[in-house]
């Protein structure tokens, strides 16, 4: 069963009476809460396969789907990034502009993943006294550790919005015990990260945990040996960078006196000292997915960039995705890229910045924009071939549909700014004065204007930074609503690629020791890479570039590659850049020029740099902060950093 059948059979699934205490599904705020006694009937859960399964797929239904729902409504990791501009009034409007705290935290999921983690020990504990004949071990087995997984998972999710959290091993949690006595202390990170790796090693190592070649068709969405070492391989890429390597921000942030946890008493929770052994750990970790030969690079096999790059989200279950979050309806990430005015009723809210437009490549591999002065003026290379003078100037050029839609290559009057780039600018960024392609034939679809009035811009739902997602909507489906389905990308090889290279490159950088070949392989993943992308290799384009440079580029090239997939957010916090990035002037184009009666031409006005709103972030905003009842709650709970 794919995890998009799982999904659909927990929501079909009734709690039934003698499982409702058991199932731990209640809206509670901690983990500290008290539940009613489960043991009334709970030996009847174990008694029937049937039920031992309906409970594992509690246990597992904890994880996040966060493409299942509209863009920015369960999750801030897009909206609340330098990457993307969403329309819509959600939590990470709060994060954006810095007026969120402690007693009003957006997306607060500290609960659900300890009910989760709560949910799997249980289970685990439990799944063995199955007593149905028909409960195979080899069954058992699966659940049991496909449950592991999800427990360290939960670890891990948690890990990314708050740093180091409770561990709990298998400990149940006796809800029977007073307040004071379910006090206790945060592990620190290192315990975490070490306790999150040894989990996803042994499930990796186990054998009821398939590889990717043993997993049927019918099991897609499983936990297999590489997604294990795929989370590892990011965790402990992020606890190299700076926000959790010898962040000297942090060295207040200690655990009070605790006498009944002596190892945890007064302990200092975020690593003080820099460790540039690290890299080599994260270096090792990443390597170990690509030592496992199962995942490629998605080719089409017809050498288009275009298409390459657009079918590592259009090809569901292609050779590149090591895990995503089910098989979703693509209507969500369709309904809100897709431009208001088109036939569809579409919400056209969820785009790049300006910021994200200018991160892209040329067509000569050569990234345009360095950086912006005092004024939000672009810096150029002029050595990309980018004039900073006429980038707003119009010009004909051929506009590259050919590859990731059903139409050819066609001439158009644009700004200079998206002439000449790389193909993954064009299947990810739509401006304004195109036309949104889908179908075989373009006679019938107009161009769209995001200009004031314009048919991309008449309701509260529009492309606020005058710019939207171009990536996930199925542009060669015949007609505008035939949304498709979709395997997003949770972790995918291209990212283990990345993480490879950046961690190698630090490790040189800082006179880590690698192993042989290490380097030389770093660059050949980064060649095969861009070579998809339809690029020359970095150090083709870039031949005298320094370590920390190539570090520098692995960072625009990682931004380009992994656009919207929800990594610009954790990538700009564990940089520890974000204070620079996140806050601050995000542009756009002029949204509010006004359109003229022709609501499908863009107003010359419209194509200017533009405020598109000012973001607040503060030193405190690198981590979530523990809301104000989990510290009415546990007295033992030390908050993070400045909230």
């Not at 489960?38 to 031992?52: A, G, P």
């Not at 969120?100 to 289970?123: D, H, Q």
Request: aromatic share 16%.
């Amino acid at each position: 069963m794919n995890m998009y059948n799982i999904m659909n059979h927990i929501k079909k699934m009734c709690v039934w009476s003698f499982l409702a205490a058991a199932m731990f599904l209640s809206s509670c705020e901690s983990f500290l809460d008290r539940q009613e006694d489960e043991k009334l009937t709970f030996d009847k859960i174990w008694e029937s396969r049937t039920t031992t399964r309906q409970y594992w797929l509690s246990a597992m239904s904890f994880l996040p789907n966060f493409n299942g729902t509209f863009v920015g409504d369960a999750d801030p990791y897009l909206g609340a990034s330098d990457e993307c501009s969403i329309a819509y009034d959600r939590g990470y409007r709060s994060i954006n502009f810095g007026t969120w705290n402690a007693s009003s935290v957006p997306y607060y999921r500290m609960a659900t993943y300890y009910n989760g983690i709560r949910e799997c020990n249980i289970f685990m504990q439990n799944v063995y006294r199955c007593s149905d004949p028909l409960a195979t071990r080899e069954m058992l087995d699966e659940w049991y550790w496909q449950a592991r997984f999800a427990r360290a998972y939960y670890y891990f999710l948690l890990m990314q919005d708050y740093g180091p959290v409770f561990l709990l091993g298998d400990d149940l949690v006796d809800f029977t015990l007073s307040t004071e006595e379910l006090y206790r202390p945060r592990n620190t990170w290192d315990q975490c990260v070490d306790y999150v790796v040894s989990e996803l090693t042994e499930c990796a190592d186990n054998n009821a945990i398939p590889t990717q070649q043993q997993l049927q068709p019918i099991n897609y969405g499983y936990a297999t040996k590489g997604v294990c070492k795929a989370v590892i391989s990011r965790l402990t890429l992020y606890s190299a960078r700076d926000l959790f390597n010898g962040n000297t921000m942090y060295s207040s942030v200690r655990n009070p006196a605790a006498p009944n946890f002596p190892e945890l008493s007064g302990q200092q929770l975020f690593p003080a000292t820099y460790d540039a052994n690290k890299w080599l750990i994260a270096a090792e970790a990443a390597k170990a997915v690509l030592d496992l030969g199962h995942y490629e690079l998605y080719r089409a096999g017809n050498g288009n960039a275009y298409e390459d790059y657009y079918g590592v989200t259009k090809v569901n279950w292609n050779s590149e995705l090591i895990w995503t979050d089910r098989y979703n309806n693509r209507y969500y990430w369709g309904i809100g890229t897709v431009p208001t005015g088109q036939p569809t009723n579409a919400y056209g809210a969820v785009g790049p910045t300006q910021q994200q437009v200018d991160a892209y490549a040329m067509k000569n591999g050569r990234y345009p924009i360095t950086g912006y002065d005092a004024s939000g003026s672009p810096v150029v290379d002029p050595a990309s071939g980018y004039n900073k003078d006429t980038e707003l100037t119009k010009s004909s050029w051929s506009y590259p549909s050919s590859g990731w839609s059903n139409h050819a290559n066609s001439t158009i009057s644009a700004p200079n700014m998206y002439k000449d780039r790389e193909p993954r600018f064009y299947i990810c960024v739509f401006f304004s004065g195109l036309k949104w392609l889908y179908g075989s034939s373009s006679t019938s679809i107009a161009t769209t204007s995001f200009g004031k009035g314009g048919n991309g811009n008449q309701t509260h739902d529009y492309a606020k930074s005058g710019y939207l997602c171009n990536r996930f909507y199925d542009h060669k489906a015949n007609n505008m609503g035939d949304w498709g389905n979709i395997t997003f990308p949770i972790f995918r090889l291209a990212e283990t690629y990345l993480n490879f290279i950046e961690a190698v490159l630090e490790c040189k950088k800082r006179g880590v020791s690698l192993p042989g070949g290490y380097e030389a392989l770093a660059m050949s993943k980064w060649d095969d890479l861009r070579d998809r992308a339809g690029l020359d290799p970095i150090t083709t384009v870039y031949p005298t570039a320094t370590t920390a440079e190539l570090i520098e580029l692995c960072r625009r090239e990682r931004r380009v590659e992994l656009a919207m997939e929800r990594h610009r957010y954790f990538d700009t916090r564990t940089w520890k850049i974000a204070e620079q990035t996140d806050g601050g002037i995000m542009w756009g184009m002029n949204v509010n020029a006004t359109n003229s009666a022709d609501k499908t031409v863009t107003p010359d006005e419209f194509w200017q740099r533009t405020v598109l709103e000012t973001r607040v972030f503060n030193p405190n905003h690198y981590l979530y902060p523990f809301s104000q009842r989990e510290l009415d709650r546990n007295k033992l709970l030390t908050q993070n950093f400045g909230w």
